[in-house]
Nanobody, 121 residues
Framework: QVQLVESGGGLVQAGGSLRVSCAASGSIFSISAMGWYRQAPGKQRELVAAISSGGGTNYADSVKGRFTISRDNAENTMHLQMNSLKPEDTAIYYC???????????????WGQGTQVTVSS
């Protein structure tokens, strides 16, 4: 089995910072792309940032220059540093990863349970 567990969400005032993390565990052979998504009430889930196994990144236009995604391949972890937070960043943040399990061919998508980020004005 494979698990993704997010941590680090919380309540912060506008202009503040938060760092959310995601840890992958279980029978993992390798991890390719990883990413952070978010879903605000009444809205569709959207991609916030993604990072390849080689460290290449891409960001949603709404977070460029404010958020930074990173990963530690040795630890199977991923982080999202969020600065200059705005009320519109309020959402549940989910991590996702394409993981190949030990003894199982091919990659499939796994999701964490989500962590709430609330930005007050």
């Amino acid at each position: 089995q494979v698990q993704l567990v997010e941590s680090g969400g919380g309540l912060v005032q506008a202009g503040g910072s938060l760092r959310v993390s995601c840890a992958a565990s279980g029978s993992i052979f390798s991890i390719s792309a990883m990413g952070w998504y978010r879903q605000a009430p009444g809205k569709q889930r959207e991609l916030v940032a993604a990072i390849s196994s080689g460290g290449g990144t891409n960001y949603a236009d709404s977070v460029k220059g404010r958020f930074t995604i990173s990963r530690d391949n040795a630890e199977n972890t991923m982080h999202l540093q969020m600065n200059s937070l705005k009320p519109e960043d309020t959402a549940i943040y989910y991590c996702s990863a394409k993981i190949r399990r030990l003894g199982v061919p091919g990659y499939r998508d796994y999701w964490g349970q989500g962590t709430q980020v609330t930005v007050s004005s």
